[in-house]
Antibody, heavy 121, light 108 residues
């Protein structure tokens, strides 16, 4: 059974860089069949896609965040990471990692449980 | 960027009732639209993909329809566990992948 688990500091100061890691078990992030990505949800609000990557090295970012975001991959650990620079209070959210299949069902079919990241001094 | 607008924002209904939720796209997404259910403290769960296909393990009371810019999610007879927030999401034109703002389904 595929499992995704987010990990991170929980609290980040304004202007600093947020770093989160998603550890995948029960499946390989090097598979040709999936995109892997990050989605966030501010408290009480809706979902925002941050970005995704494909095993070939291609990365795709939300244009609204592109200047501050980097997604990287560590295939040896079956992990991928998110870095978001120059954070503000508006970046406070639950951050999810998720898998999106290239074939059916084409959408985010497996999600991590989410990790709350608070930006505060 | 394709904007998805869901309506209504909140619905108050009773178990056993039939409900239809709406999602409208700012431009055609063909049938490349999904629906998710999210309960408090949980990650979203994929219900419907490509407008009308139920995801694995989703009960038959959930159905989706639509194409182009107008889509609906119907729950034929509400069960107590169906009270949650529902989101639509498009994959037609990305990046960015976009979600609707959600419809909250609450118990009357």
């Amino acid at each position: 059974q595929l499992q995704l688990q987010e990990s991170g500091p929980g609290l980040v100061k304004p202007s600093e860089t947020l770093s989160l890691t998603c550890t995948v078990s029960g499946g390989s992030i090097s598979s040709t069949s999936y995109y892997w990505g990050w989605i966030r949800q501010p408290p009480g609000k809706g979902l925002q896609w941050i970005g995704s990557f494909y095993y070939s090295g291609s990365t795709y970012y939300n244009p609204s965040l592109k200047s501050r975001v980097t997604i990287s991959v560590d295939t040896s650990k079956n992990q991928f990471s998110l870095k978001l620079r120059s954070v503000t209070a508006a970046d406070t959210a639950v951050y999810y990692c998720a898998r999106r299949k290239i074939g059916p069902p084409y959408y985010f079919d497996y999600w991590g449980q989410g990790t709350l990241l608070t930006v505060s001094s | 960027e394709i904007v998805l607008t869901q309506s209504p924002a909140t619905l108050s209904l009773s178990p056993g009732e039939r409900v239809t939720l709406s999602c409208r796209a700012s431009q055609s997404v063909s049938t490349y639209l999904a629906w998710y259910q999210q309960k408090p403290g949980q990650a979203p769960r994929l219900l419907i993909y490509d407008a009308s296909n139920r995801a694995t393990g989703i009960p038959a009371r959930f159905s989706g329809s639509g194409s182009g810019t107008d889509f609906t999610l119907t729950i034929s007879s509400l069960e107590p566990e169906d009270f949650a927030v529902y989101y639509c999401q498009q994959r037609s034109d990305w990046p960015p992948i976009t979600f609707g703002q959600g419809t909250r389904l609450e118990i009357k």
